[in-house]
């Protein structure tokens, strides 16, 4: 069916139907966007982020560790202890923060970075112990063998595996960005484009609407007024 040959009503409602179809679309493709950005930084906020805090955590107190180990081999009485008491909390906190990471990692590669750290602490640990013990017997010709050789080897890897989960952790969380990006760009080139159509198609609904209902209304004016300067010629050719 032609649309001249349409009720008034009829091409109205096409028209009116068309145009909510299209807004409809732009309202749904926003929609879907909205949230699929949503996700992105969420996760870069509340799961990608806060594991590159903790391993930075972690790294803050294996130095701590370091330093008070240092510390306890320089000094003496007081502020040997001192420094030997301040251990117990930064191993905690590293505890800590281990406990957070194994409950949050889930992919296989973060998980086998995970236990390469997890390994690598143990070593560590395992040669502080040897070196509080060394301390205490003290041995310092020993201690000074061990800090120089696996003691830093053990903090060396320990450090390693930890800056190696946050560069997996940030290489996430760039990915995560760049995913977030393309999709607010998509989401705009898509809005732009639908909304021209709709434009486009309102402004040519209008017209042909208006053309389809103007121009009988100019004709049956023509006619009238050429009946009435009792032109019947024209009544003629507009029935």
């Not at 009720?7 to 807004?23: E, N």
Request: no cysteine.
């Amino acid at each position: 069916m032609k649309l001249a040959d349409m009720k008034i009503g009829t091409r109205l409602m096409l028209a009116f139907g068309i145009i909510l179809a299209m807004l409809a679309t732009i309202s749904i493709v926003g929609i879907t966007r909205i949230y699929s950005l949503d996700t992105s930084i969420e996760s870069m906020v509340n799961d990608r982020f806060p594991k590159t805090v903790q391993a930075n955590n972690m790294i803050d107190s294996i130095n701590s560790i370091a330093r008070h180990l240092r510390n306890a081999y320089i000094y003496s009485g007081a502020e040997q202890q001192k420094s030997l008491d301040a251990i117990a909390p930064e191993r905690k906190i590293i505890s800590e923060m281990l406990d957070k990471l194994s409950a949050t990692v889930k992919s296989e590669k973060g998980k086998s970075i995970l236990k390469e750290l997890t390994d690598a602490r143990a070593a560590y640990v395992t040669t502080q112990d040897k070196f509080l013990e060394l301390l205490k017997a003290d041995k310092k010709s020993e201690i000074v063998s061990l800090m120089q050789g696996d003691l830093r080897k053990a903090q060396g890897d320990y450090l390693a595996a930890t800056n190696k989960l946050i560069e997996f952790q940030t290489a996430a969380m760039e990915k995560t960005g760049k995913e977030a990006e393309a999709a607010a760009n998509s989401a705009a080139l898509i809005l732009e484009v639908v909304s021209a159509i709709a434009v486009v198609l309102t402004v040519l609904f209008a017209w042909l609407i208006s053309r389809s209902i103007t121009r009988p209304l100019t004709q049956a004016v023509a006619v009238a007024d050429a009946m009435a300067a009792g032109d019947l010629s024209k009544k003629i050719d507009a029935s």
